[in-house]
């Protein structure tokens, strides 16, 4: 008699990954990665940052990082044991069969153009060693049609049949970076093959499975959702201080505006907070290669709005000096300046290209006495800005002083007492960058308030 045993399937194992470039992009991916359930090997040229990663230490400040990167990273107590680092790209290919590559892609010094050289060398390094099929998926923000190019290094590079490239940008904010990995609004995947698009299936099937729209494209759409984005919210904040600047020679207030504006579902309410405009990492950098890349296209015209967007940002730096020296009775000289936030933006120990450390630099600059007290950041600005003077608390930055600057919203400016403020600054001038002070507050506690694009009354 036969016999017919049930037929035991083995669950396929999950795919092997890493993460090449451990900075904001590759540490929080690498650490979402293993939350969901992946085995991740986190790679990076910078044996310093391996080390602490190792430790489980976050090299920066990211909120709620740490704890996911414990939860996993192998050898802590605890610990899941699926995150672990190397520097060697021979251990990360023998590891992976799918390869993210999350390098920074910075402005290059006096151009607009990216800098794609950490991107080629992690390409260049890892391809060679890809002895068996494997997937190199690109995630940094780069000038549209690098990833063909790429494609074809990776195609002409690898010893194996099979191993190629796609491309699957990442929308991650700073300060919500891991929320941001683990549910985004959209996962985009420019693919070649029908493999790779099954492979990034694999790897997102969670949070599609929650919900989390699933757009596969070709490659150069898939690099251009991500500057197209950054360009879009980059106007939207441009738009908005157009408006204030409107608003200062019409005598309006940019605030109910926006707010108006808000109601309207097709504009809506987000990135319409007017101040002194966008900074950080990415936003500025992104929009000018957007340009350069542009350029090379052939298509300059498309984009050269976005050259005003960005003159338009940069002025909302300078209005802020000059609004001070106006405060100030006409000059900064020897005016002691409180300066409220380093950081680019709130939640974040983040000072690239920071609009708040732009502005302390040119009221120093401008002949102003500066101090500046930022809660995440002070290490990183006093690195960058080592002349200005530095406080352990808001109220020690704001003791003397003849204005007081609030140029990052952190929660933590919001909450001051105007009253207890009022009694060690020298004269009760306070400025806000940022629009969220609520003016009523600090003029009944007898402040002069003054905000870009609001009436002075
Ligand atoms: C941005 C994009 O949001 C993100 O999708 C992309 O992946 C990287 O760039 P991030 O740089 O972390 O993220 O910061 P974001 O929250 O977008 O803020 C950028 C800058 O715009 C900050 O300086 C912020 O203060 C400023 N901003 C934002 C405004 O001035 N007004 C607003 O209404 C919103």
């Given amino acids: ?53 190792s430790r489980g230490e976050v090299p920066f400040y990211e909120p709620g990082l740490g704890d996911i990167l414990r939860r996993h990273v192998s050898g802590l107590p605890g610990s899941s ?60 923000t780069v000038p549209v049609g690098s990833a063909a190019r790429l494609a074809r290094r990776v195609a002409e590079l690898a010893p194996a049949e099979g191993a190629e490239l796609a491309w699957n940008p990442e929308f991650l904010r700073e300060g919500f970076a891991v929320e941001d990995t683990l549910r985004p609004d959209r996962i985009v995947v420019g693919v070649t093959s029908e493999r790779a698009e099954t492979l990034l299936r694999e790897v997102y099937a969670k949070p599609v499975a929650e919900g989390v729209p699933f757009l596969v494209t070709d490659l150069p759409t898939a690099e251009l959702v991500k500057t197209a984005a950054n360009a879009f919210l980059s106007t939207k904040i441009s738009f908005i201080n157009a408006m204030a600047e409107i608003c200062e020679a019409a005598d309006g207030d940019v605030v109910k505006l926006a707010e108006a504006l808000g109601h309207d579902d097709r504009i809506g309410k987000k990135f ?127 003791t003397g002083a003849h204005a007081v600057l609030h140029l990052t919203e952190w929660r933590e400016f919001r909450e001051l007492d105007p009253a207890a403020l009022a009694e060690v600054v020298s004269t009760r001038h306070v400025l806000d960058g940022r629009n969220t002070l609520d003016p009523a507050l600090w003029r009944k506690a007898n402040w002069t308030y003054r905000a870009l694009g609001r009436p002075t009354a």
């Fill in 1 to 53: 008699m036969l016999m017919t045993m049930p037929t035991q399937t083995q669950p396929r194992a999950l795919p092997k990954i890493t993460v090449i470039g451990t900075g904001y992009l590759g540490a929080t991916h690498a650490a979402a990665l293993a939350e969901l359930g992946f085995e991740v090997l986190g790679l990076d040229v910078l044996p310093d940052k391996i080390a602490s990663l």
């Fill in 81 to 140: 044991g699926r995150l672990s680092f190397t520097t060697s790209y021979t251990d990360a290919a023998a590891f992976g069969d799918i390869h993210f590559i999350c390098v920074n892609t910075p402005q290059k010094p006096g151009e607009y153009a990216c800098d794609m050289s950490y991107v080629d060398a992690a390409v260049e390094s890892l391809a060679p060693h890809l002895t068996r099929p494997a997937l190199v998926v690109g995630k940094s």
């Fill in 272 to 398: 319409l907070r007017a101040g002194i405009g966008f900074g950080g990492g990415c936003l500025p950098k992104d929009i000018r290669a957007f340009m350069a890349r542009a350029g090379e296209l052939g298509a300059s015209e498309a984009l050269s709005f976005l050259r005003e967007i960005d003159s338009i940002n940069m002025r909302r730096r300078a209005s802020m000096v000059e609004l001070t020296r106006e405060t100030l009775d006409g000059s900064l000289l020897g005016k002691r300046v409180a300066v409220l936030g380093a950081a680019f933006k709130p939640d974040s120990d983040d000072v690239r290209d920071s609009p708040a450390l732009n502005i302390a630099g040119q009221l120093h600059l401008q002949g102003a006495e500066v101090t500046v007290y930022d809660p995440k950041a002070m290490e990183n600005a006093k690195r960058l800005f080592p002349t200005l003077r530095y406080a352990a608390t808001a109220t020690e930055a704001a």
